[in-house]
């Protein structure tokens, strides 16, 4: 069902900056707000970013959101153990009218 | 904080019907949409259809024409049918709320419920 495409695997080394991307089309990624949901083992989802760039409370600085055109980035800085986690994109495709999701990304902290 | 909570049956045999219904506590059903998503064993998100507080429903193309989203706002609960299950139904459900303010995403999320699908 994944319409919108991320790398199935990332790693870093504590401390370091990782970046995982997500790219998609123009009726979901370039016409409307992507999200970031974080889903640690065995646990659901969790909203990590919210329309391209915001933080829900409670969220740490380390995490960050952009987006240009029809492709978005996370970024983690400061990696740290408790980041090893499944990585969704998501956005609301116009085509389709109901959201989508990208294959999920496992961040693996070395 | 909005809480949702998923229930029904862990096992449901093949060609039989999968039932499952989440219950919405700490606010109100109404003025959102509330949305099932699966995630197959190792799989990712698969979102499968959403419901206003309404009765307004949107499901998935390929899942169309065996799923059925229904809505009791009279008990703050929102259920999923899915008809003539195969093990390609076995996954974790989930029920999540769709905040459709401005934008429209899942901001909170049920725990998810395990169904296998076998004899």
């Known amino acids: 069902q994944s319409v919108l495409t991320q790398p199935p695997s990332a790693s870093g080394t504590p401390g370091q900056r990782v970046t995982i991307s997500c790219s998609g089309s123009?009726?979901?990624?370039?016409?409307?707000?992507v999200y970031w949901y974080q889903q640690l083992p065995g646990t659901a989802p969790k909203l990590l970013i919210y329309?391209?760039?915001q933080r829900p409370s409670g969220v740490p600085d380390r995490f960050s959101g952009s987006k240009s055109g029809t492709s978005t980035s996370l970024a983690i800085s400061g990696l740290r153990s408790e980041d090893e986690a499944d990585y969704y994109c998501a956005a609301w495709d116009d085509s389709l009218s109901g959201p989508i999701f990208g294959g999920g990304t496992k961040l693996t902290v070395l | 904080q909005v809480q949702l909570q998923e229930s029904g049956p862990g096992l449901v045999k093949p060609s039989e019907t999968l039932s499952l219904t989440c219950t919405v506590s700490?606010?109100?059903?109404?003025?959102?949409?509330w949305s099932w998503i699966r995630q197959p064993p190792g799989k990712g998100l698969e979102w499968i259809g959403y419901i206003s507080h309404i009765g307004t429903t949107f499901y998935y193309p390929s899942l169309k024409s065996r799923v059925t989203i229904s809505v009791d706002t009279s008990k703050n609960q929102f259920s999923l049918k899915l008809t003539s299950v195969t093990a390609a139904d076995t996954a974790v459900y989930y029920c999540?709320?769709?905040?459709?303010?401005?934008?429209?995403?899942?901001?909170?999320w049920g725990q998810g419920s395990l169904v296998t699908v076998s004899s």
């Open positions: 123009r009726s979901n990624i370039g016409s409307n707000y």
């Open positions: 999540a709320r769709l905040d459709c303010g401005g934008d429209c995403y899942h901001d909170h």
């Open positions: 329309r391209n760039d």
């Open positions: 700490g606010g109100s059903i109404s003025n959102y949409y």
